[in-house]
C-alpha cells in the first residue's frame, strides 16, 4: 500500500488528524523522519487532539451561548469582592466531576452572566456537555414543549447537561406549573451535575420569589447543598467600560 492509499484509508476512517499528521511526517528530510515506534506513538496523539478539538467546537456550539467569554479575561478588581483563587478553583472544572453548583449574585451589569459563560466555555474546552438558558428563554421553552408533547423529551435534554447555566435568575415570575418543572430538574441533576446560577436577587431573597412553601424549601435545599457563592459588588462593569471608551474618542 503506498502512502497516498493510506492517507486515503485514514480519511476513510475519520483518522483526520492522524491523516493530516502523517501527511507532515511524509514532507520531513529522510534524516529527521521518526522511527516507527515514535511515528505511531505521535500520530495517536495528533487524532486524540484533532478528536478533543472536535469535540469542543460542537460542545460550544451546541452550548448556544449569548457571546465568548474566557476565564482570563476575568478583572479582579478590588471592589468587585472577586476571590481569583476561588476562581480559578471552579476554572479546573472539578465542581462539575463532584455535582456542586455555583450561585453568582450582584446587581445589574456587575459581571455575572459573563463569569458563568466563561465557566461554560472552561467545562467546554475540558470536554463537558455544556447549556445556557436564560430563564425567560428556559420558561418559554418549556412551555412550548409542553404545548407539543415534547416536554418529557426537554427535561430529559436537559438532565443530560454536565453543566446547565440558568442566566437571570428571578426576573421573571414562576407560575404553579413552571415551580414543578424547576423542581423536576433541580431534582434530576442533584449530586449528578452541577447548575451555575446567576441572579440580581440575593440568595436570601430566592425563597420569598419562589412564593411557595413546600417547593421552595425541595428545590433550594438542593441547590443550596455544597453549593459554591459568589457576591459580586461594584459599579456596573457595562457603564465603566463605556465611560472608558468615551474616554479614547
Known amino acids: 500500500m503506498n502512502t497516498d492509499q ?41 487524532e486524540a487532539l484533532s478528536r478533543n478539538h472536535k469535540k469542543m467546537v460542537t460542545n460550544i456550539k ?16 478590588p471592589q468587585r469582592n472577586l476571590d481569583k483563587n476561588a476562581i480559578l478553583r471552579l476554572a479546573n472544572t472539578s465542581f462539575i466531576k463532584r455535582g456542586e453548583n455555583v450561585l ?6 456587575c459581571g ?16 463537558f456537555k455544556v447549556g445556557y438558558y436564560s430563564m425567560s428563554k428556559l420558561l418559554q421553552r418549556l412551555q412550548l ?6 416536554l418529557m423529551k426537554e427535561l430529559a435534554k436537559i438532565e443530560k447537561m454536565q453543566l446547565l447555566i440558568l442566566d437571570d435568575w428571578g426576573m421573571h415570575p414562576l407560575d404553579s406549573q413552571t415551580k414543578l418543572y424547576l423542581l423536576q430538574i433541580i431534582e434530576d441533576r442533584h449530586g449528578k451535575c452541577s447548575t ?46 463605556k465611560l472608558e471608551e468615551k474616554q479614547i474618542q
Not at 63 to 76: G, L, M, S, V, W
Not at 145 to 150: F, I, L, P
Open 145 to 150: 414543549s409542553k404545548g407539543d408533547g415534547s
Open 6 to 46: 493510506t492517507l486515503a484509508q485514514m480519511r476513510t476512517l475519520k483518522l483526520s488528524g492522524m491523516a493530516q499528521a502523517y501527511q507532515t511526517m511524509l514532507q520531513m528530510p529522510l534524516n529527521e523522519q521518526l522511527t516507527t515506534d515514535l511515528l505511531i506513538a505521535q500520530l495517536i496523539e495528533a
Open 104 to 109: 453568582i449574585t450582584g446587581s445589574t451589569g
Open 112 to 127: 455575572k452572566s459573563y463569569i458563568a459563560t466563561a465557566l461554560g466555555y472552561q467545562a467546554c474546552q475540558m470536554g
Open 62 to 77: 451546541a452550548a448556544k451561548f449569548r457571546y465568548q467569554a474566557a476565564i482570563e479575561e476575568i478583572e479582579f478588581l
Open 196 to 241: 451555575v446560577i446567576t441572579s440580581q436577587l440575593p440568595v436570601a431573597a430566592w425563597f420569598e420569589y419562589i412564593n411557595e412553601p413546600t417547593l421552595a424549601d425541595a428545590i433550594l435545599d438542593r441547590l443550596l447543598q455544597q453549593a459554591h457563592r459568589l457576591e459580586i459588588q461594584g459599579e456596573s462593569m457595562r457603564k465603566r467600560k
